[in-house]
């Protein structure tokens, strides 16, 4: 049954509920609740007994329904190009071809296509394949353009603000999931953290992050905060969060490539990552200037989290963890105060088993705090994907729309929006890059298409001549991707486009066209 | 005639005198100064009257000697490779020859060669192309290994310690020269100044240094002052030093290559540069962060500099300088006081030059007292050209032994030692490197010799994993190089070799051996 149909059902049987006590009446403020044995949907999280409703007392289910909402419009920018170029495709032997198509664009997708393109289709057919890439590219300029219109949907119902994460004693959150596309919603979704200027984001493969760049944007944050350019940072810390993945379901197939799927792999790197930045800075900069760190485990079929607990040195354990799956499961019947208490014993017990608390102690009280909001705000994700996306979702695999080359973008945080290859030059990133044809000859080469790929680098308009250096970088790499894949090239089945964002937002991911990369700007 | 050859002539004459009074005597405490009329050399210093003789009052004539004695070691190390391997090939049909060429190279090198390659040249001959480029880099081995007993001979007596450059206000000094190897003497030779942990030597094509990878040096600084680890730091600053060259003999063949010789681009280049910087620095972390920055050009015929005024807010001019050829010109008859008075009086005249001083204001005391010790610790390098060479260098371009890529190593600074291509990787170096292995086909490949290749990376031993990671930089580094030189590689024309260093000494230009390469240490 479709979201759509089931909805339609559900809101017939009268299963609706308003989930914010005293809130005005909303259009959203409804959820698709089940209860069990009406639907048998395959999540561990989801175990209920007779009557039961998957409707856990702290979960925000009106923000659910405002992310749905926000996926549908994000999504829905990309699924329906086919059907639209298929219609264009119809009509192309039309006399009035070139303004219908465009018309048929502008009201469909919200923007026009090449008019060349079109108007050379009398001579030996319309070009689909430029015509389905140039789509692709404009359908994520849209999605960029909109980014504060779209955001604005869910932005301040986010569970962990920045406010928050300083209450905690955090000035700054630096996560790295693994580049993979399944982790590509992380922030608002799984962690329900408001994307935010002292938010950042980078993902790597394997979750595998440099150590010499983080402690480069560890120590531009320790600038600020020593020069007192952070209000309170005197009294607060840097948190570095490693976020490694694996699939409940298929463990062995759809876990993380990078490490070959093997789950002990996964985790004990990451955990290694997060010692070598913590050793790195505090031998260079002196005992107590090390970041906080956390882990924390992605079951990417069902958005569960593995929380994993510090002791008092703030030291984490592969195998000292809380999972939120389990704990949406004992607490789904419970009111929110008993549910949050239920909580709060499994994290205490669990920093307690095995007697590692009187060995190791216990971490600190802001960790704490931190570590109860995170469990507690990916309850509402656990129970999006029950609610919104079937119980898992369905597609377990790549269905990217894209391969983005360079530094990811941060406008767009969904799951599978683009296949991520981190890289500075092809020399280094080839092997990502060979990865993410493969997928693509997969996914388009093999029906026709052209891969589309995004060559995308931040800049600093704080700093003179940085754009002009990104540029130079984006065109030093579109020309060692097309030097790579001559075969594809030659057939346009490979199509690389550059883009530049502005770290303080003067641009955002704005497409580079040719004219420009040749005359330097 | 030879200097050995002048030497002894004037040791005959009496010409000799001890340079430091109250001095014991020593057997370096000796010039061959030269009489006007006695010698007419090409130099705009030494421009004498009748029985005068170029010898400043100011100039530190026993360090002249000593780094001449240096330079003798250093070079002397490379210089008698050639004839070594032509002895060495006459023996080859001998019968003990592998035991007597060892013996040899390990007299008069000061290493083994390669068992093998003397095992095997009853075969087909000795491969003296191999044998060569192993004893390059072998002596250059040598060089790093004894580069503490080989400074040791002029630590001491360098003018600009650390201690004074403290006193002028400044904990840290960050030198980019142009890559060039006329440059490479820069600190010791040319600005006798001591190399130290506090001085950074980071040398680019053009002096066109990284404005983002400085910030980060800069910003590795500040944290260190901010928090208390540098003593006396909370009254200091950083000083950025850019220093682009000319030859004022060939100023259209012989000046910079990366400015096409055009002196003008390159010292308006070199000031854009250090503006960048602090805006760059003062945009992202508020006024009054900035360094200080100097300008300074350096004539590579005669080791000249053109020290850039500063003026009240610490911008430079391209055209406020004061040129210490001149000020040796004017002051080597007098007195070491009044010479330093003069100076000084010049070095004011040329701070309110054209009522620059009225709009702008004069730079700050302790850039000042900088200014005037470099400017007078530049005369002693002035005469050490007239005196140790003959008046001006008599090779103007390249003459260097081998090419390094990657990350400049620092332990033997000094006058076209190699060619030097600053780079990641090849990807964003090619032009560079390409320019080195033209160069190298004229000194090389043209004599049937292989050019050498020194891919070198540094490392920290505080931060984990950091060594690893620049060993897989340096075999990608030497894979793309040997790629992109197929026809050389073939013909065994071209000879990659890896080091690694460790910025805190633990290892110092270190080989890595393909053994290591492969098994990743």
Redesign the interface.
């Known amino acids: 049954m479709n979201t759509l149909k089931r909805r339609t059902a559900l809101q017939a049987s009268g299963a609706y509920l308003p989930t914010q006590e005293g809130s005005a009446p909303h259009l959203h403020a409804v959820r698709p609740a089940l209860h069990a044995g009406e639907h048998a949907i395959d999540n561990p999280a989801c175990v209920i007994g007779p009557g039961q409703r998957c409707e856990h007392a702290l979960v925000d289910s009106e923000l659910n329904c405002r992310l749905s909402d926000y996926e549908r419009i994000v999504r829905g920018r990309f699924s329906g190009i086919v059907d639209v170029l298929k219609e264009i495709s119809a009509l192309q032997h039309e006399r009035d071809f070139a303004e219908r198509a465009q018309r048929l664009a502008q009201e469909r997708l919200g923007y026009a296509l090449p008019q060349q393109l079109l108007d050379d289709a009398w001579v030996s057919g319309l070009d689909m394949k430029a015509l389905h890439t140039h789509c692709i590219f404009q359908s994520f300029k849209v999605c960029v353009d909109r980014t504060d219109a779209d955001q604005s949907l869910w932005l301040n119902r986010m569970a962990l603000t920045p406010e928050f994460l300083a209450a905690c004693g955090y000035h700054t959150v630096d996560v790295t999931p693994c580049a993979d596309g399944r982790l590509q919603g992380l922030l608002p979704f799984v962690f329900r953290m408001a994307p935010n200027r002292n938010v950042y984001l980078k993902a790597y493969a394997g979750a595998m992050f440099d150590?010499?760049a983080d402690?480069?944007d560890w120590?531009?944050r320790?600038?600020?905060r020593?020069?007192g350019?952070i209000p309170g940072g005197e009294s607060q810390n840097y948190l570095k969060i490693a976020v490694y993945h694996f699939s409940s379901s298929h463990s062995h197939e759809q876990g993380c490539a990078f490490h070959a799927s093997n789950d002990k792999q996964a985790v004990e790197s990451a955990k290694q990552r997060l010692?070598?930045l913590r050793?790195?800075i505090e031998?260079?900069?002196?005992v107590g200037?090390a970041p906080d760190i956390l882990l924390v485990g992605l079951d990417t079929d069902v958005d569960a989290l593995r929380i994993h607990l510090p002791d008092a040195d703030g030291d984490v354990n592969p195998y000292r963890y809380v999972d939120t799956a389990e704990l949406y499961r004992e607490t789904v019947g419970l009111t929110a105060q008993a549910a949050r208490a239920h909580i709060a014993q499994r994290v205490d017990e669990a920093q307690n088993m095995d007697g590692w608390a009187q060995g190791r102690g216990v971490m600190i009280p802001g960790m704490r705090q931190l570590v109860l909001a995170l469990a507690e705000a990916n309850l509402s994700q656990i129970e999006y994907v029950i609610h919104h996306h079937q119980g898992r979702y369905t597609v377990l695999g790549h269905d990217e729309e894209f391969i983005c080359a360079g530094e990811a973008t941060q406008y767009v945080q969904m799951r599978n929006k683009y296949y991520f290859a981190h890289l500075?030059?092809?020399?280094?990133g080839a092997a990502d890059v060979d990865v993410g044809i493969k997928i693509f000859t997969g996914l388009n080469v093999r029906h026709g298409l052209s891969v589309p790929v995004l060559v995308h680098f931040y800049y600093?308009s704080?700093?003179?001549?940085?754009r002009e250096?990104a540029l130079n970088r984006a065109k030093?790499v579109k020309a060692?991707i097309e030097a790579r894949y001559p075969a594809l090239v030659a057939r346009e089945l490979l199509t690389c486009r550059m883009a530049l964002s502005d770290r303080f937002d003067t641009e955002r991911c704005v497409f580079v066209d040719e004219a420009e990369a040749d005359s330097g700007h």
Chains 1, 2 share one sequence.
Do not use: C, K, W
Not at 424 to 428: I, Q, W
Not at 462 to 466: D, I, T, Y
């Open positions: 150590v010499e402690m480069v120590g531009h320790e600038i600020e020593l020069s350019g010692d070598e050793i790195a031998r260079t900069y002196g200037a500075d030059t092809v020399e280094e600093s704080r700093v003179p001549g940085s250096r030093q060692a």
